[in-house]
C-alpha cells in the first residue's frame, strides 16, 4: 500500500509547495492570483494539483510570491546521494537579505532537509526561515547569527549549534560587520 506522500503526482506536489508558501507569507488566494496575473479559481486548482500552471503562470506565481522560479521547480532527483557544489544555486525571498541554497534533494521519502543560508552584513532586519519543518537545528560555520526563540535570543558564533521545535516563534539576524554562513537542517512535517 502506497502512503500519501508516495502517491503525490507532481501537479500536486508543486500545487502543495505554492499553497505552504503563500500561506506562510500570510496572502489570500485572490492577492496572490492578482499579483501573479491569474484568476483565483485556477490558482486554487493549482494548488490542489487539479491544474498545471503554464512556464508563464508559473513564474507570475513566483513574483508575486517573492521567489525564483527554481524554488517550486527542482531538477529530477538523481539516485546519487552526494550533491557536487558546481550544483549549489542560492535563491533569495522577496522579504529577506539573506541568501538560501538547498543542500539536499526533495524526494517522496525525505526524512531530512538541509539549507545552507548566508546571512549578509550589517542585517538590520530579523530574517525568519519559511519551512516546512516541525524541528530545526542551525549550525554557524562562519561569522555570527543572532538567534531568537520565543522571548529569548542567543549570539552564536562560528561552531555553535542550536536544537528547537520550529513551534517557537524564531528569527535570525547578523549585526555584525562580515556575512555569516550557517547550515539549517529540518525535519518535514508528515501531510
Not at 491569474?38 to 513566483?62: D, H, M, W
Not at 528547537?164 to 554562513?181: D, I, K, T
Amino acid at each position: 500500500m502506497l502512503s500519501k506522500l508516495e502517491e503525490a503526482t507532481p501537479a500536486i506536489l508543486l500545487g502543495g509547495k505554492i499553497r505552504a508558501l503563500r500561506q506562510r507569507l500570510k496572502r489570500t488566494l485572490d492577492h496572490t492570483a492578482t499579483a501573479a496575473g491569474i484568476s483565483k479559481p485556477f490558482l486554487s486548482q493549482v494548488e490542489r494539483g487539479l491544474a498545471t500552471p503554464s512556464i508563464r503562470s508559473l513564474n507570475g506565481i513566483a513574483s508575486a510570491l517573492g521567489v525564483a522560479v527554481q524554488y517550486f521547480v527542482n531538477a529530477p532527483a538523481e539516485r546519487q546521494p552526494v550533491r557536487s557544489s558546481a550544483e549549489l544555486k542560492f535563491f533569495k525571498f522577496a522579504e529577506s537579505a539573506n541568501l538560501f541554497a538547498q543542500l539536499t534533494r526533495e524526494s517522496s521519502s525525505q526524512q531530512l532537509e538541509a539549507v545552507l543560508v548566508r546571512f549578509p552584513p550589517g542585517q538590520r532586519q530579523p530574517g525568519e526561515m519559511l519551512t516546512r519543518a516541525s524541528e530545526e537545528f542551525l549550525y554557524v560555520i562562519s561569522g555570527e547569527v543572532s538567534l531568537t526563540l520565543g522571548r529569548e535570543t542567543f549570539e552564536l558564533q562560528a561552531g555553535d549549534s542550536a536544537h528547537y521545535s520550529s513551534a517557537l516563534p524564531r528569527e535570525w539576524m547578523n549585526s555584525q560587520c562580515v556575512e555569516a554562513l550557517a547550515l539549517w537542517v529540518g525535519t518535514p512535517r508528515l501531510l
